[in-house]
Each structure stands twice: as C-alpha cells, then as structure tokens.
C-alpha cells in the first residue's frame, strides 16, 4: 500500500471497506450535486446526443460480439457483417463529434466545470477534512488546511482512494 508523506509524518489508506464506500458516497453525492447547481442551466444535448448515440453504437456490437457463438465462441459471420458495419458507422460518428465545434466547445467546458467543482470540494474543509479524517491512517490533526502544499497531498490521496474504491465495486 502506498506511503504518502506530509511535514514528515507518514500516512497511507485505510482498508477498502464499507465505512470507506460509505465515505465515498457522501462525498460523491457532494460532487454531483455541485455539478448540478453548476450547470443545470447549460444545454448539453450536441455533446449528450453524441454520447448516446455512441453508446448505442457500442452495445449494439458488444451484443453481437456474444449473439450466437459457434462451438469455439466464434462471432457468426453474419454478425462479424453486422458489426464491420456499426464500427464504420461509429468511426463516422466519432470523426462528426471530433469535428463538431459546439459540441467540442462543450465538451471542454464540461471539463473545465468538473475541475472547478473537485477544487471546490477539496478546498472546502467542512467537506474534505471528514473524508480524510475517516480514510487515512496517521496523525491528521497535523495537516494545515490553508497551506499550499496540502492541495497536492489531497490530491494525490483522493486519487488513490477513488480508484481503489473504482477497482472493488460492489
């Protein structure tokens, strides 16, 4: 498990467990809703319309990939067809979306909104210093809030801990 380290004190993640989910989801529930008030009055459609639609593309073929298997999980020809034709379809799409200025320009400001919305959650102590308290072990009565510093610490500690709690989903 890492080591990370602050004013030469050692700290490292608690155990994956429920507590930890629990603290997750609190501070989840935070982030969407932040994400929400920040942007409830902008119209996603261009960028959602091509998000669903690629999304449709992608099942759709990991659906045939599995439809009818031969003895040796062979993809039937008639899907191996069917599927050279959606990944063209799809490759179109993605070259449209890649191409679409608007919904590019959404794209990036969705980005730039996200960033700006965990900045705000690991700035705010009242939301970040529970979520620590509970998910480190060490002395983190030592970490100063309002030093410079303590951002990146933070940061590299949510990281971790999101993508742990990401790779033992329930």
Request: aromatic share 10%.
């Amino acid at each position: 498990m890492r080591i990370y380290t602050y004013k030469n004190q050692e700290f490292r993640l608690k155990a994956n467990n429920l507590n930890l989910r629990k603290q997750s989801a609190d501070f989840m529930l935070k982030y969407e809703d932040y994400m929400y008030n920040a942007t409830k009055n902008i119209d996603f459609y261009p960028l959602q319309k091509y998000r669903n639609k690629m999304s449709d593309f992608n099942t759709a073929i990991s659906q045939l990939s599995k439809k009818n298997l031969g003895s040796n999980n062979d993809i039937p020809d008639e899907n191996k067809n069917e599927i050279k034709k959606l990944n063209k379809s799809l490759t179109k799409l993605m070259d449209d979306f890649e191409n679409d200025q608007k919904a590019q320009s959404l794209l990036q400001y969705e980005k730039k909104i996200e960033n700006l919305v965990f900045l705000k959650l690991i700035s705010d102590e009242n939301v970040i210093k529970p979520l620590i308290d509970d998910i480190l072990i060490g002395n983190t009565k030592i970490i100063d809030y309002d030093n410079e510093d303590t951002l990146i610490f933070l940061s590299d500690i949510l990281r971790d801990f999101f993508l742990t709690i990401g790779k033992n989903k329930i």
